[in-house]
């Protein structure tokens, strides 16, 4: 009996053995790009979804992320047939945008970002600290307008709790005091 079985495994698995055939593939290429963005249009905006390196990148500093990452020059030349006067690209994550509008040589006309609930500068975040003990943010939104790459205007807006009261404040970057520290 060990013998039959024996004997039917071993013509089972010479069967499935000699039914295999060799296939030959093509050669592919696999590239891995961890930071390849997508750029879309909407009419003559475009829209570049932005992909991070790491969390909270874009938000840190919107302008330098896209001179880091978004080649205007080579973006215009793809574009050159529609013979375009300015560009309007917005970089866009789950928290906020960046709209910048470029003239026809790719350099920056004027920019207007937008984020809400991000990681606020540690000089803000004492500040807030030190003026509303006992208050939580429940969010905030940072709004930045600038234009030829500088910032011009910046601002929070902040909704604060105490217990079952809430406050709205709004705080003006430029009026964000430096940090004191004593000395001996």
């Given at each position: 009996?060990?013998?039959?079985?024996?004997?039917?495994?071993?013509?089972?698995?010479?069967?499935?053995?000699?039914?295999?055939?060799?296939?030959e593939l093509n050669?592919?290429?696999?590239?891995?790009?961890?930071?390849?963005?997508?750029?879309?249009?909407?009419?003559?905006?475009?829209?570049?979804?932005?992909?991070?390196?790491?969390?909270?990148?874009?938000?840190?500093?919107?302008?330098?992320?896209m001179e880091k990452?978004?080649?205007?020059?080579?973006?215009?030349?793809?574009?050159?047939?529609?013979?375009?006067?300015?560009?309007?690209?917005?970089?866009?994550?789950?928290?906020?945008?960046?709209?910048?509008?470029?003239?026809?040589?790719?350099?920056?006309?004027?920019?207007?970002?937008?984020?809400?609930?991000?990681?606020?500068?540690?000089?803000?975040?004492?500040?807030?600290?030190?003026?509303?003990?006992?208050?939580?943010?429940?969010?905030?939104?940072?709004?930045?307008?600038?234009?030829?790459?500088?910032?011009?205007?910046?601002?929070?807006?902040?909704?604060?709790?105490?217990?079952?009261?809430?406050?709205?404040?709004?705080?003006?970057?430029?009026?964000?005091?430096?940090?004191?520290?004593?000395?001996?």
């Open positions: 009996m060990k013998t039959l079985i024996f004997n039917l495994v071993l013509f089972v698995w010479a069967g499935a053995v000699s039914a295999q055939g060799i296939v050669e592919t290429t696999v590239s891995f790009a961890p930071n390849a963005s997508h750029i879309t249009n909407s009419g003559n905006k475009y829209f570049y979804n932005v992909s991070e390196t790491y969390t909270g990148e874009f938000e840190k500093d919107p302008l330098a992320f990452n978004f080649d205007v020059d080579r973006f215009i030349l793809e574009l050159k047939d529609k013979d375009m006067d300015s560009y309007q690209v917005s970089f866009v994550t789950l928290k906020g945008f960046l709209k910048v509008d470029f003239d026809r040589e790719g350099k920056v006309v004027k920019t207007y970002q937008r984020f809400r609930n991000i990681k606020l500068p540690n000089a803000l975040s004492h500040e807030i600290y030190r003026d509303y003990k006992g208050w939580n943010i429940l969010r905030n939104l940072y709004v930045a307008k600038g234009r030829n790459g500088n910032i011009d205007k910046e601002f929070y807006r902040l909704k604060l709790e105490n217990g079952n009261k809430i406050q709205n404040i709004k705080i003006d970057r430029t009026e964000v005091a430096p940090i004191e520290l004593a000395s001996n």
